[in-house]
């Protein structure tokens, strides 16, 4: 055989003993170069749940939760070290471990999340996203959870308005919440106080409104809300206390009306009514006012009329009604001082009565002459033409003329009956001569 045989077959037997070698070991190489499954933290058992789905409540994220992390496809071998991740870096105390056989043989590793570890409260759903990985090379798919650690708050506002109600009315009460709530357990309302009501379920109009429609009992004061059971989806029950409007006023006593100004009330015919006004009294309400109903009053015609006084609270109780009476009366006649000028040219004769009742001196047609107080004159004198011409400078002053009431001129005749029979009556009686 020559060299080059020889050289020949000694590589075909090298080459045929690395054949050999190569197809034992491709296995463990297979093995070293393929990626491991790719595993994924789990939302089954232990994985923290609430009410309504994958959220973290306030009492959850204080006493801390579970996370595991299964192991089954990961490829995982005892001494592979295994990281808990938040939104893909290490939590800020990092959660670690090295696994060990029992580890692998049960399949899962479970982590707990402390106090803290989660940071704030989500503003988006889901945002913080936790992954689990080996080593350096594999991490698993994301676990999505929302922390939120805020209970729900409620405004309460009445129908009607203002929450002042009397027996028999239905008070419609509405719940408004800072956030969304869930459907168990249903939210509940009892009341305190005035009335009374044990825990009871309130009615869903949408995630965020509650309502109860409660018919008002007798009684006068204030009755308190409170709400209970009801969670938000997290599970963090609902603040019983509502930030506002908590309370409701019963309210069965009617307001007073008390008048202004007189009853009966006097005006004279002609004469604009002035209204006098009423004050109303409430034991709850301030600053009412009385609806007042003077259309019946006519000043124009002498008579008896009826003004009317109304009011009402705030929770509809109305108040007695007050009337006024208002009574038109003719003026009085009232004779004033005056000067009469007589028109120039012919007057007519006449005969004037007059009696003086105060010490003055009034001057009548052309002769002068003046009548003291209680005389009675007549003046039949003839005003006709004066010769002079000079009627201008003829007239009448009258002054201080004040009325004379009819009875003390029947009293003047009276006394001149009387006083004529006694002069006759005394007179000596004469004989009759032929």
Sequence with gaps: MS??????????????????VMIAIQPVLAVGIMPASTYAATDSTGVPTA???????????????????????????PGDTLEL????????????TVLTDSDITSGEYT??????????????????????????EFESAPLNLTLDTVAPTAVIAYSPIGGVVKEGDTLGITATFSEAIADTPVMQISLSGVETLADTDMSKVDATHYTYNRTVEDGNGNTTIALATGTDIAGNPVISVPTSGADYTVDNIAPDIL?????????????????????????????????????????TKVGSYTVTYDAVDAAGNNATQVTRTVNVVAAPVVLSSETVNPPAGPVVPKAQLAVATTDYTPTYYGDGSTIAQGDVKADTTDKGDDKSGDNKNEKTDVKDKKSVPLWGIIFLLILAGIGGYLFYSQSPKQDGKK
């Design 3 to 20: 060299k080059i045989e020889k050289i020949f077959k000694n590589l075909k037997r090298k080459v045929t003993t690395l054949a050999i």
């Design 51 to 77: 009410a309504a789905g994958p959220y973290i409540n306030a009492v959850e994220e204080t006493t801390g939760f579970d996370v595991v992390v299964p192991l089954g496809t990961s490829g995982a071998v």
């Design 85 to 96: 991740l938040l939104g893909g870096d290490s939590f800020t105390t990092p959660l670690t």
């Design 111 to 136: 982590f707990n999340v402390v106090h803290g570890q989660l940071g704030a409260d989500s503003v988006t759903d889901g945002d913080k996203v936790i992954t689990a990985k080996v080593g350096d």
């Design 259 to 299: 008048l202004t100004g007189a009853n009966p009330q006097k005006i004279e015919v002609g004469t604009a009514y002035t209204e006098s006004g009423a004050t109303v009294t409430d034991n709850i309400d301030t600053g009412l006012t009385s609806t007042i109903d003077a259309s019946s009053v006519d000043v």
